[in-house]
């Protein structure tokens, strides 16, 4: 076994319930021979950490005990267990993202590589797993944490995470093809970076759709070719009835056809807001591809099935990444076809952390600078 010299304490950021977080010192975690000890650089703040300190739960996801937040991370390898294979590529003091859930491995998910929908899962944040990566150490498997080179800075390597959401939707499930015409709902982080990835890999449009003017000129400038922002629904108007409207309204403004070439081949709603649903399912062209990330408030939507059927649509749910999608990530970062700096807005330290998530809970630091990603350094 190898290891660097390590510090005696890990102090982390724990969640004891809604609205409830302490600083707490942990015990450093043991590894066993196929794991890594990694000291944690850099972590960005998600949405679902936020979403676990306002409500204490997400779907049936729920804290009944003390929890470590934080799975967006970076950092540097210090130990080795003695069964890690050289052909990790791993050594102390390797650079590396991390991706933090760890499957059971021997499942009939995990043997057919779509390990991302074990049920065996311990997902880092995730109840009932306590730990999380907004700490000072964090235990991994070796095969979990991909060096990043050295032209990739920490910082990105913690953008790793959410843009493998992104590799994950588009490349892997949606499948994207160059010259193909995508649209996003939602400029959120997970939105801009699906339509970073689209921009990466050949897309000819990528459509930005959000009801925030500042939301969408980021967008333009950052990964999206056009962007459309939708008008309100008029009170009398039946939801059906607008979403068609809007459907066709992004056509009409936009010059994009309703089938064959230039129509829209691939829907990223990123939002989970009802309305992008539906107006998701009616832009597609016949034989197009929707795929669903953002989670929204509400579990249950009104779906338009007649567009699903009578277009046969291919209609995906995606959840978290699986096999390959880090790998392209970093990748894509590595030769320059995605630049995650410019959505990093805010940056605190350790001891700041409660002030990160509440610039992230407001959507705007104390300076009135609107929030995209906040990145939190490592304790001291």
């Known amino acids: ?42 972590t960005g703040i998600c949405g679902s950490d936020v979403h676990y300190l306002q409500h204490g739960k997400i779907g049936s996801f729920v804290l009944k005990e003390p929890m ?53 899962m311990t997902f880092a944040a995730t109840p009932p797993y306590i730990y999380g990566t907004l700490c000072r ?24 995470e959410p843009l493998s959401v992104g590799v994950h939707s588009v490349h892997t ?33 990528v459509i930005a759709v959000d009801i925030q003017k500042e939301r969408l000129d980021f967008a333009k400038q950052y990964a999206a070719t ?17 979403t068609s409207r809007i459907a066709d309204e992004i056509r009409s403004t936009l010059n994009i056809p309703e089938r064959d070439k230039g129509a829209v081949d691939l829907a990223i709603e990123a939002s989970g807001a009802p309305t992008c649903v539906q107006i998701g399912l009616a832009i597609l062209k016949p034989a197009g591809t929707y795929v669903q990330v953002g989670m ?37 970062v590595e030769r320059g076809l995605v630049d995650l700096k410019p959505l990093v807005t805010q940056r605190y330290e350790f001891d700041d952390a409660k002030e990160a998530f509440e610039a992230t809970k407001l959507g ?13 350094n490592a304790p001291k």
Do not use: W
């Not at 890690?84 to 998910?109: H, I, N, Q, W």
């Not at 150490?137 to 790793?160: F, K, T």
């Open 137 to 160: 150490y964090y235990v991994l498997p070796a095969d979990l944490v991909h060096r990043i080179p050295d032209s990739v800075s920490l910082e990105d390597g913690a953008m790793m």
């Open 68 to 120: 470590c937040l934080g799975h967006e991370s970076s950092g540097i390898v210090v130990k080795l267990g003695p069964d890690v294979k050289s052909d990790f590529g791993l050594e102390v003091g390797s650079r590396v993202a991390l991706e933090p859930g760890m499957c059971c491995r021997t499942c009939e998910s995990c043997k057919k590589g779509q390990y991302e929908l074990c049920p065996h």
């Open 226 to 242: 056009d962007v459309f922002l939708p008008g309100p629904k008029d009170a009398t108007e039946d939801l059906e009835v607008y």
């Open 1 to 42: 076994m190898t290891a660097a010299e390590l510090k005696s304490d890990n102090p982390s950021f724990v969640l004891h319930g809604v609205e409830n977080v302490k600083f707490e010192d942990r015990p450093i975690p043991e590894i066993h021979s196929d794991q890594v000890l990694v000291q944690i650089s850099k």
């Open 173 to 205: 499930l949606g499948q994207v093809q160059s010259d193909q015409v995508v649209i996003v709902f939602g400029a959120g982080p997970v939105g801009l970076l699906c339509m970073a990835v689209a921009k990466a890999l050949g897309a000819r449009r």
């Open 296 to 332: 929204g408030a509400k579990m249950t939507l009104p779906v338009p099935l007649f567009h699903i059927i009578t277009k046969q649509l291919k209609v995906i749910g995606s959840f978290r990444y699986g096999a390959g999608d880090y790998p392209l990530a970093i990748s894509l």
């Open 364 to 376: 705007k630091g104390k300076d009135g600078k609107g929030v995209i990603k906040c990145i939190i």
